[in-house]
């Protein structure tokens, strides 16, 4: 059985930083296409970035720049450091796994961005 969960959300004020984790059990995130989506407050959850099994990163265009996706294959955890944020990355932030037609969600980690 997949399980992600999430971890590292907060308050934080604008400009700051925050490190989100992704901790999986019943799979192996190397294996897997491991992403961070959003969904902020009346919006549609969105992509944020993904690292593949073969460690290619990609990002959206918000993300660029200031978040980066990486992982820690010995903890089997997948983290998305957030630096410089701003009150428009106030979200719920959830971790995906993705194999083939597999895929799991964790259960979110709330991110504030306000002054």
């Known amino acids: 059985q997949v399980q992600l969960v999430e971890s590292g959300g907060g308050l934080v004020q604008p400009g700051g930083s925050l490190r989100l984790s992704c901790a999986a059990s019943?799979?192996?995130?190397?294996?897997?296409?491991m992403s961070w989506f959003r969904q902020g407050p009346g919006k549609q959850r969105e992509w944020v970035a993904q690292?593949?099994?073969?460690?290619?990163?990609r990002y959206d265009d918000h993300a660029k720049g200031r978040f980066t996706i990486s992982r820690d294959n010995a903890k089997n955890t997948v983290y998305l450091q957030m630096n410089n944020l701003n009150p428009e990355d106030t979200a719920v932030y959830y971790c995906?796994?993705?194999?083939?037609?597999?895929?799991?969600w964790g259960q979110g980690t709330q991110v504030t961005v306000s002054s």
């Open positions: 995906n796994a993705k194999l083939g037609f597999s895929s799991s």
């Open positions: 019943g799979i192996i995130v190397s294996t897997y296409s």
């Open positions: 690292i593949d099994s073969g460690g290619k990163l």
